[in-house]
């Protein structure tokens, strides 16, 4: 949805689109449409967005931005992360009223999840 000033695209570099997107279905339910061998974009995500093909990878240590998933169950989700072959950066921290992990997808690139219900 188009909103005025608002994210309305994110896009990220994948060295593996086909694992890059296997994990994402499976993880998070995300829906792909591919754009020829090189691109492919993603909705069912609250923000759509896209991989291209590159050996590059979005990580906070080299100044990459970080987004953040929410789970209701930050356990389950983490289980399906490893589960899908997701690399947990960071296991589970406690924070002022929260909880955080950070993990990897395939072609590298890190994320977070993060929760405010306790286990």
Same mark, same amino acid.
């Given at each position: ?7 309305n695209y994110l896009e990220f570099p994948a060295a593996n689109l086909e694992a890059t997107k296997a994990f ?6 995300? @829906? ?14 609250? *923000? ?7 050996? @590059? &990878? ?6 990459? &931005?970080?987004? *953040? ?49 306790q286990a």
């Amino acid at each position: 949805m188009k909103a005025h000033e608002k994210v309305n695209y994110l896009e990220f570099p994948a060295a593996n689109l086909e694992a890059t997107k296997a994990f994402l279905e499976t993880v998070f339910c995300w @829906l792909f449409s591919d754009f020829g061998a090189d691109y492919c974009s993603f909705s069912e995500a609250s *923000v759509d967005g896209g991989f291209y093909r590159a050996e @590059l &990878a979005s990580k906070t240590a080299k100044d990459g &931005a970080l987004v *953040v998933f929410y789970s209701e169950d930050l356990e389950a989700t983490q289980v399906k992360i490893e589960t899908a072959d997701g690399v947990i950066l960071k296991a589970i921290f406690d924070f002022p009223g929260e909880r955080c992990f950070h993990f990897c997808e395939p072609s590298g690139n890190e994320f977070a999840v993060w929760s405010d219900l306790q286990a």
